[in-house]
Every structure is written in structure tokens, then in C-alpha cells.
């Protein structure tokens, strides 16, 4: 009766699988592997990141977005309407997608939200202008830019294009006027 | 007899380690200390859950599959706890029968800073009379809250280990702990129980 009870009991029950093989320890390679993966995708995660930002940065240099920041309500549209809305949207989904990955680790979970967060965003930011200052000619963000690259290719088009080859555009009335790309370097986008 | 006292005197981690090592038996052991206490933690935390016996099951069986990913250089306590809530948890979000906490992104909880709520030791009669009381109106505290003052007041975990157990912030830790106090005290003063 006694035997019974102790099979019946929780640690009847675990020993028992255990020694029948049905329950299986996994191997130290195996989180080892994980852990490899997590990070990987983690620093892939982040320099999407810096490249999405970094992509902004080079369409706002090149549609001058700077010089539209007054009250104009024209120009405040124009710049409305030439800040790649989906890339910045986009850019906080992989934000905070990183930090939902990272946020396993004690040095992250410690820290209060607004801490971690504004730590990810501060080295995001440090980061991307540190290749800001030294990739003058913008060759990071410019990762992509090709007719047959996918995804990248047309994202390059869309937004540094001809602004009036948008399908939005073409049914604009007020598009007359509306800025022309500045130089474009490369036929692609023309 | 001399085999079970020698067992008897080690840490959870040399056990631990041991098992490791490939000496699976002495998994055992860690059955034998942590069920009492998972248990309890389940049968408090889930009151309302009728296969906690199941859910301590999957708890150890969840314990010892992944136990090579056991860090040697942490405690055992908190890890295992850890694996008991995400189990309780889980467990929780699939009956939906209670208010499920948050351990989405956004807590409020863990957003801002918090200050001021450092541990402090409550008088062991305040303790007792918390227990007591906490016994009759758990059904009544948020499951968030209620998780906490069972790790506190149950589990006898300080701020430290149980941030570790839930991931979260040691601030935080201190902030729940007095909300659910607060908590507790309104429920005892619509009672006209009142305690300092």
C-alpha cells in the first residue's frame, strides 16, 4: 500500500519517468545554442535598427526635410507627407521587439522600463551617429539600393524617388510644386 | 542511514550539481524540499485551480528537463520559483478565471522608477497576524498582488529573490508589496478590523 502511494506521489511519478527514459534532460549545448541564437538575433534585430534609422536620416537629407520644420501649413504638409511614415512605425515594432528579446536578462528586467528603454534608445542612437560621422557618404543606409534587391529595392525607390511617381500622389491636385528629389546619384531611383 | 544524513546536509546546488554530473536520483531530493512549499505556493496563488497536484508535476518535470541551463553560480530557490510562476501563470491565462496581471509589456508597475519602498522588516507578530489574515481574503487581492504577498509572507523571500522570480525591478518589488498591504488593510477595515 505504502509502495503504491509513494508511485502514485509526485516524486513517485517524476523518478519513475526518469528512470524509464521517458523524461529527458536536455543537453548543455542546447541552451548554449539558444542563448548563441538569442543573441544573434538580437544584433540583427539591433542593426536593423540602426539601418531603418539611419535610412530616415538619408531621406531627410536628401528631401531636405530640415528646411521644412516651420509653420507653413504647405510645407508642414510637404514634410508630413515625405517622412516614411511605415519605416519610423516599423522602427519602433523592431524597438521594442528588441527589448521584449533582451528583457530576459537580469541587467535589463532590473532596471525600471523607462531606463532599459531610454538605455536602448540612447545606444541606438549613439551608435547610429558614430556611422553617421563616419560613413559620410551614407554607404550603410544606403545597404540595398539596386533594382533587383528585394524588399530594400523598392523601399529606396518609394521613399527617395520621384516623389510624384507615388501611387498617393497621383491623385493629389496639389501636387504641382511638390519637391523634386534632390541630386539623385544613382539612375535606380530616378 | 549515514548516505541519507550526507544528503540531507547539502545545498541545493551541490545537489544539484551532482545531478548533473548524471547521478539523476538524487532528483529526489529536490522533489521532496521543493514540493511542499511549490504546493503551497499553488494552492494560494490558484485558489481556485483544482489540478494544483498536476501543475506541481509539470513544475518539476519543467525543472528537470532544463536543469542543465541552471546557472552554478545563482541560487536554486529563485529559479525554481521562477519556473513555478511562468507555470502558475500560464496556467492562470488558460482557465481565465481570474483578472490575469500583467506580465505583458506594459506594467505600469515596472514603467517608472519607485522610491521610498525599500525592505523593511515587519515584526514577526505583524507577520503572523498578516498570514492570518491574508488567509482569509486572497480570493478578494489581485492575482498580481496576490503572488507577491504569498512569496513574502509564504515563501519567506526577501525583495532580492522575489524580483528575481517574477523579473522584475527590486523597487517594484517593494511597491507591490505595500499595495497589497494596503489592499489587505481595506478589506480588514470594510470588516471593521483594523491593524497598524
Given at each position: 500500500?505504502?509502495?503504491?502511494?509513494?508511485?502514485n506521489?509526485?516524486?513517485g511519478?517524476?523518478?519513475?519517468a526518469?528512470?524509464e527514459?521517458?523524461?529527458?534532460m536536455?543537453?548543455?549545448?542546447?541552451?548554449v545554442?539558444?542563448?548563441?541564437m538569442h543573441?544573434?538575433?538580437?544584433v540583427?534585430?539591433?542593426?536593423?535598427?540602426?539601418?531603418l534609422?539611419?535610412?530616415?536620416?538619408?531621406?531627410?537629407?536628401?528631401?531636405?526635410?530640415f528646411k521644412?520644420?516651420?509653420l507653413n501649413p504647405?510645407?508642414l504638409?510637404?514634410?508630413?507627407t515625405s517622412?516614411?511614415w511605415i519605416?519610423?512605425?516599423?522602427?519602433?515594432?523592431?524597438?521594442?521587439?528588441?527589448?521584449?528579446?533582451?528583457k530576459?536578462y537580469?541587467?535589463i528586467?532590473?532596471?525600471p522600463l523607462?531606463?532599459?528603454?531610454?538605455?536602448?534608445?540612447?545606444?541606438v542612437?549613439?551608435?547610429?551617429?558614430?556611422?553617421q560621422?563616419l560613413?559620410v557618404?551614407?554607404r550603410?543606409?544606403?545597404?540595398?539600393?539596386?533594382?533587383?534587391?528585394?524588399?530594400l529595392g523598392?523601399?529606396?525607390?518609394?521613399?527617395?524617388g520621384?516623389?510624384d511617381?507615388?501611387?498617393?500622389?497621383?491623385f493629389?491636385?496639389d501636387?504641382?510644386?511638390?519637391?523634386?528629389?534632390?541630386?539623385l546619384?544613382?539612375p535606380f531611383l530616378? | 542511514?549515514?548516505?541519507?544524513?550526507?544528503?540531507?546536509?547539502?545545498?541545493?546546488?551541490?545537489?544539484?550539481l551532482q545531478?548533473?554530473?548524471g547521478?539523476?536520483?538524487?532528483f529526489?531530493?529536490?522533489?521532496?524540499?521543493y514540493e511542499?512549499?511549490l504546493?503551497?505556493?499553488a494552492?494560494?496563488?490558484?485558489?481556485?485551480y483544482?489540478?494544483?497536484?498536476?501543475?506541481?508535476?509539470?513544475v518539476?518535470?519543467?525543472v528537470?528537463?532544463?536543469?542543465?541551463?541552471?546557472?552554478?553560480?545563482?541560487?536554486?530557490?529563485?529559479?525554481?520559483?521562477?519556473i513555478?510562476?511562468n507555470?502558475?501563470?500560464?496556467?492562470?491565462?488558460k482557465?481565465?478565471?481570474?483578472?490575469?496581471?500583467?506580465?505583458?509589456?506594459?506594467?505600469?508597475?515596472?514603467?517608472?522608477?519607485?522610491t521610498?519602498?525599500a525592505?523593511?522588516?515587519d515584526?514577526?507578530?505583524?507577520?503572523?497576524?498578516?498570514?492570518?489574515e491574508?488567509?482569509?481574503?486572497?480570493?478578494?487581492?489581485d492575482?498580481?498582488y496576490?503572488?507577491i504577498l504569498?512569496?513574502?509572507?509564504?515563501?519567506?523571500?526577501?525583495?532580492?529573490?522575489?524580483?528575481?522570480v517574477l523579473?522584475?525591478?527590486i523597487?517594484?518589488?517593494?511597491?507591490?508589496?505595500?499595495?497589497?498591504?494596503d489592499?489587505?488593510k481595506?478589506l480588514?477595515s470594510?470588516?471593521?478590523?483594523?491593524?497598524?
Amino acid at each position: 500500500m505504502s509502495n503504491l502511494n509513494e508511485e502514485n506521489s509526485i516524486q513517485g511519478k517524476v523518478l519513475t519517468a526518469i528512470k524509464e527514459g521517458k523524461l529527458v534532460m536536455k543537453p548543455k549545448w542546447h541552451f548554449v545554442l539558444k542563448t548563441v541564437m538569442h543573441i544573434l538575433v538580437a544584433v540583427i534585430l539591433f542593426f536593423a535598427l540602426i539601418y531603418l534609422i539611419s535610412f530616415i536620416g538619408l531621406v531627410a537629407r536628401e528631401k531636405e526635410l530640415f528646411k521644412l520644420l516651420n509653420l507653413n501649413p504647405r510645407e508642414l504638409y510637404l514634410l508630413m507627407t515625405s517622412i516614411p511614415w511605415i519605416i519610423v512605425i516599423l522602427s519602433i515594432f523592431l524597438l521594442f521587439t528588441f527589448y521584449k528579446l533582451v528583457k530576459e536578462y537580469a541587467f535589463i528586467y532590473k532596471k525600471p522600463l523607462v531606463y532599459s528603454l531610454s538605455g536602448i534608445i540612447f545606444l541606438v542612437v549613439l551608435i547610429g551617429a558614430i556611422i553617421q560621422i563616419l560613413d559620410v557618404n551614407f554607404r550603410f543606409a544606403r545597404f540595398g539600393e539596386g533594382p533587383r534587391v528585394p524588399v530594400l529595392g523598392p523601399m529606396h525607390k518609394y521613399y527617395r524617388g520621384d516623389m510624384d511617381k507615388r501611387p498617393m500622389m497621383k491623385f493629389r491636385d496639389d501636387r504641382r510644386g511638390m519637391m523634386p528629389p534632390r541630386e539623385l546619384e544613382s539612375p535606380f531611383l530616378k | 542511514m549515514e548516505q541519507s544524513k550526507k544528503i540531507e546536509t547539502k545545498t541545493d546546488k551541490e545537489i544539484v550539481l551532482q545531478i548533473k554530473k548524471g547521478d539523476h536520483d538524487l532528483f529526489s531530493e529536490i522533489v521532496s524540499r521543493y514540493e511542499p512549499k511549490l504546493r503551497r505556493y499553488a494552492r494560494k496563488f490558484l485558489f481556485k485551480y483544482n489540478d494544483v497536484d498536476d501543475l506541481v508535476q509539470d513544475v518539476f518535470i519543467k525543472v528537470y528537463i532544463n536543469l542543465q541551463s541552471f546557472d552554478d553560480d545563482r541560487e536554486f530557490s529563485p529559479w525554481i520559483y521562477r519556473i513555478a510562476h511562468n507555470t502558475y501563470v500560464n496556467a492562470l491565462k488558460k482557465k481565465l478565471t481570474d483578472r490575469i496581471f500583467s506580465t505583458d509589456f506594459f506594467d505600469f508597475d515596472t514603467f517608472l522608477p519607485h522610491t521610498g519602498e525599500a525592505e523593511r522588516a515587519d515584526k514577526e507578530s505583524d507577520r503572523e497576524l498578516i498570514k492570518k489574515e491574508l488567509d482569509h481574503h486572497l480570493d478578494s487581492i489581485d492575482a498580481k498582488y496576490r503572488e507577491i504577498l504569498i512569496l513574502y509572507f509564504y515563501e519567506d523571500m526577501d525583495y532580492k529573490e522575489i524580483a528575481q522570480v517574477l523579473g522584475i525591478p527590486i523597487s517594484t518589488v517593494g511597491v507591490r508589496i505595500k499595495r497589497g498591504k494596503d489592499k489587505l488593510k481595506e478589506l480588514l477595515s470594510n470588516n471593521n478590523f483594523i491593524y497598524e
